[in-house]
């Protein structure tokens, strides 16, 4: 097996466990049956009817993949190692945690309080929007929910994932001056 579609798992509802053969090349698992990458940098698939209601992602993990927690609706507490530096799109939507209303603070979705997921979940954000100091990652699509003006992008953050910043009215991103990671 050398590629899985997004899509391959995408009506296995009942999904608790994958199991990838040691000797697979491309692919590995771990004991909570959790699809990655061979050397486990990339978080692929976590099976949406697992029943955990708590997920550390393992340190060394690098990239959380592409809707790879999407409707995991058990999953209440996510917690990501400093080894994240890229979230993309739509990582965690559906899940326990992103349906928790106690997890929004003024309509901003944070793992970790580091790693922003999105903004603007129940009412449409507009204007100008300055990230908090020591957001680390903005994820793929955060912004999916606004129709801001102008952005400021503070100075540790590493990464902006794929059409987090997509928004039709958006007029200005301002890079922090002292960030050494986004030119």
Known sequence: LVSISKAAFKNCASLTSITVADNNANFSSNEDGILFNKDKSKLILYPINNK???YSVPEGVKVIGRESFWGAEALQNITLPDSVTQIDGSAFMETGFWNNESNWINEELYINNKYLISVGRNELISGDYEGKEGTKVIAGNAFRNCDLTSIVIPASV???????????????????ENNEYLT
Not at 160 to 175: D, F, K, Q, R
């Open 158 to 176: 590493v990464s902006v994932g794929e059409c987090a910043l997509g928004i039709s009215n958006l007029n200005e991103i301002t890079v922090d």
């Open 52 to 54: 955990r209601t708590s």
